[in-house]
């Protein structure tokens, strides 16, 4: 058997059918606008994001990079969770070449950050203060289990950001994972933000790339902080064929990622030596109980030499993500594998 790799998402490699769509895809020098394969990706994500414009763009991190660059200027702040990706890890981008401060909120254990907490941090108008200019959420929310964020509870930030005129940026890497989980449509999820990004390339299998959505203004703005970046593509058209795959078919089938991920939750809370946090999409978190004979390092290293790959990230314990090419021999794999190294403990 192939390893099992249930380290992330974004291991996933290109479906069969990406492959073909890439190697006959039309191209053009996008940096021209000239790509009609990009064009046509960004037409359809702006629709299914339901806002106006579409920006393709490398990587989920330059879509939050470039987000955080459009909405803020130089010494502006940003309210953002203390456990979210683009303040924990996109290496410190929005204050190294934004020069934007962030202003953490402790996170709630399902991804929300309290509106109190929201409200509280709004600064006032007074030459000693940064200027808020921006609330950041993530949806789904990788270091909170992959939780899924609700219309109402982003409609309830949406209207107090515009209360207090500020911008509301979504990363929604795993936007479509919280759709699938909420059993909506990603639109509706992303209706009060400005800005979205989310990912073609975790559970929806594209090789590379991510897409921001917003305003024709706000992306006209984006264009130009994406090419200051570096990230003006030129026939990447070959990229966006697999992207289109990605948003039409692969966002239609993560339910089945989701289930298989219960599934193993289920199983390794029969385990006694293990602790399985809350599980809500395709994301798998737990860590040994205290006093257990074995640590992470070792059950790494036992469950690879049986050929499945989890991963660890020190005090938030260890995660093991489901996604297309874990089917269910894999998963029956892994659970034995998990049961054999913890049982010889
Ligand atoms: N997450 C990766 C790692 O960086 C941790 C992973 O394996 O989960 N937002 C969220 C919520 C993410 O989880 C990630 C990647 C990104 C943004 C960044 O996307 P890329 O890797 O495309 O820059």
Redesign the pocket.
């Known amino acids: 058997m192939d390893t099992i790799d249930l ?5 996933t490699q290109p479906t069969p059918e990406m492959r073909a769509a890439m190697a006959k895809a039309e191209v053009g020098d996008d940096v021209y606008g000239e790509d009609p394969t990009i064009n046509a990706l960004e037409k359809l994500a702006a629709e299914r994001m339901g806002k106006e414009a579409a920006l393709f763009v ?7 990079l470039i987000a955080l660059l459009v909405h803020c200027q130089r010494g502006d702040e940003v309210i953002v969770g203390d456990l ?3 303040f924990l ?2 290496t410190g981008g929005m204050a190294a070449l934004g020069g934007i401060q962030a202003h953490t909120l402790r996170n709630q254990p399902d991804g929300t950050l309290k509106l109190e907490d929201i409200e509280g941090a709004i600064r006032a108008d007074d030459q000693h203060h940064p200027i808020t200019r921006l609330i950041l959420l ?1 949806n ?3 270091r909170c289990y992959g939780s899924a964020l609700g219309a109402d509870y982003i409609g309830q930030v949406g209207t107090l950001a515009k209360a207090h005129g500020l911008g509301l940026h979504i ?4 936007l479509f994972n919280a759709a699938t989980a909420l059993g909506v449509e990603a639109k509706e999820l992303v209706a009060a933000a400005d800005s979205v ?1 989310f ?1 073609l ?2 559970g929806l299998c594209a090789p590379v ?2 897409v921001l959505c917003g305003s024709d203004e706000f992306i006209r703005k984006a264009l130009r902080a994406r090419k200051m970046l570096g990230g003006g593509m030129r026939q990447a058209g070959v990229l966006a064929a697999a992207g289109l795959i990605a948003l039409e078919t692969m966002t239609q089938r993560l339910g089945e990622d989701h289930a298989r991920a219960n599934a193993l939750a289920e199983a390794l809370r029969e385990m006694d030596a293990l602790e399985v946090f809350p599980q809500h999409t395709n ?1 798998v978190r737990f860590k040994f109980k205290e006093g257990a004979a074995m640590g992470p390092v070792e059950l790494l290293a036992a469950m690879k030499e049986r050929g499945v790959l989890i ?1 660890w ?1 020190g005090a938030w314990g260890m ?1 093991a ?1 489901t996604h297309y090419w874990i089917d269910d021999a894999a998963l029956k794999h892994t659970i034995e594998a998990f049961r054999g190294v913890l049982q010889s403990a």
């Open positions: 380290r992330s998402d974004t291991v490398p990587s989920g991190t330059m879509g939050n979210a990706h683009p890890n996109e993530e789904t929310h990788n990363d929604g890497a795993r990004t990912c390339s975790k790339g991510s994301i991963s990230g995660r993500l």
